[in-house]
């Protein structure tokens, strides 16, 4: 029984001398060809929407100015009462101001 198994593994194994690689150049670019419509895909659905969020955000952030009502990640609002280069205050109650990262201020509110 096991000497049967063992010939059929062999006749399953790789032909003697190793057989050469059809088709040559066409074949490897052909086999590429979904590798780049699949980047392609991605590049339009996920990357570069997410790159045009995070340059519509610069905007805004660099628009950003004292007296503007605010909204952060955290969902805090309040209005802007003081602005320096990466941190922004913010007067949430009245006499009470918070300093935040100027990257966590998502929208302005109007």
């Given amino acids: 029984m096991m000497m049967n198994m063992l010939g059929i ?9 190793g057989a050469a690689p059809q088709g040559g150049a066409g074949a490897a670019l052909m086999n590429f060809v979904p590798l780049i419509l699949m980047f392609g895909i991605f ?26 009502s605010v909204k952060t990640a955290a969902g805090i609002h309040g209005k802007v009462t003081g602005l320096e280069d990466q941190v922004v ?18 929208t302005v509110v109007k």
């Avoid at 593994?9 to 001398?17: D, E, I, N």
């Avoid at 997410?50 to 952030?61: G, N, P, S, V």
């Avoid at 205050?89 to 998502?106: H, N, Q, R, S």
């Fill in 9 to 17: 593994a062999y006749a399953m194994g790789a032909p003697a001398g």
């Fill in 43 to 68: 590049y339009f659905l996920l990357i570069r929407p997410q790159q045009k969020k995070a340059k519509e955000h610069r905007e805004m952030l660099d628009k950003l100015k004292v007296g503007d």
């Fill in 89 to 106: 205050t913010l007067e949430i109650a009245t006499g009470v101001k918070i300093k935040i990262d100027k990257p966590f201020v998502t």
